[in-house]
């Protein structure tokens, strides 16, 4: 197997049909590299929610080597479909921009759909890879942006990543402060945690939307989303349209994500200290180094 789907780079040479691209410009290939482009989903420009699921950028049964799996970015090339390839401005610092293709847009796309900005209280639960571009982008669409965490340790980090306020969720007290206070929550969170605190901070209305992947399933109490008519969601990265349009966004108002340039000798290592929590972001693999 070979993984990697954040992936940027510098086009080395194209098909004789393709038009979008030529030889020399940056580009990017996020979690996907191919759909049906047939069911409802794809035809919507939502190709992540592909019925027959998408063509995953790796290890995903590869419709163009039957009886093969994609191969990822963890290598010197990749050759795309450019349907599903993106631009990317020449002006890019790459290495901080590849985690858009799979952090950013999975952040990114919840947001949007569920209308976030001005006027808006929303809150940011995590702070990691995830967590710090939902704060960045939040914060960019000029919602009042809350980041809720467990470690006080996080607390002006949170703030320097453009967190208005820190609720540290291990302290009662600030928790019940804010009951009912939040417009929008999105949960960034992968480790097991209690869904129902965090529900019952929502305003009367408003939605929670998961976008970490815990392991185990999460008990939901009934009354967490009845009386108050609230609404517990989920999102999955973002179709090609959406993706495109993030990056173009993130461009012209300079968003990158935090990251750390590791060489692929030291992948090991840098696996180590994410189990630990040992990065800010994100870990990125300088390639050159194969």
């Not at 939040?182 to 605190?197: P, Q, T, Y």
Request: proline share 5%.
């Amino acid at each position: 197997m070979v993984p990697g789907h954040e992936i940027v780079g510098r086009v080395s040479r194209v098909g004789s049909s393709v038009t979008k691209f030529k030889a020399g410009d940056f580009a990017g290939v996020g979690c996907m590299v191919g759909s049906c482009r047939k069911c409802s989903s794809c035809t919507q420009g939502l190709e992540q929610y592909c019925d027959t699921f998408p063509t995953w950028t790796y290890n995903s049964p590869d419709p163009l080597a039957p009886g093969q799996p994609t191969h990822g970015g963890y290598s010197d090339r990749i050759v795309v479909d450019e349907a599903f390839t993106l631009k990317v401005s020449s002006n890019a610092n790459l290495a901080a921009t590849a985690p858009l293709l799979c952090a950013g847009i999975t952040t990114y796309s919840p947001l949007r759909h569920w209308k976030v900005g001005p006027g808006q209280r929303v809150a940011i639960v995590g702070l990691g890879g995830l967590g710090h571009m939902g704060v960045k982008f939040a914060r960019a669409f000029g919602a009042q942006t809350v980041v809720i965490t467990t470690s006080p340790r996080k607390i002006d980090d949170a703030k320097r990543l453009g967190a208005h306020e820190v609720i540290v969720s291990s302290d009662a007290d600030q928790m019940t402060k804010n009951f009912r206070s939040f417009d929008f929550i999105l949960d960034c969170v992968s480790a097991e945690h209690d869904i129902n605190a965090y529900l019952n901070l929502l305003k009367r209305d408003a939605t929670l939307c998961l976008v970490g992947a815990p392991e185990k399933p999460m008990p939901v109490s009934a009354f967490s989303l009845l009386l108050p008519r609230r609404s517990f969601a989920g999102s999955g990265i973002g179709g090609i349209a959406e993706t495109q349009e993030m990056l173009d966004f993130c461009a012209k108002n300079n968003i990158t994500s935090d990251i750390e340039m590791i060489k692929m000798q030291d992948i090991n290592i840098a696996y180590d200290r994410l189990l630990k929590g040992d990065v800010k972001y994100r870990f990125v693999i300088d390639c050159k180094s194969l």
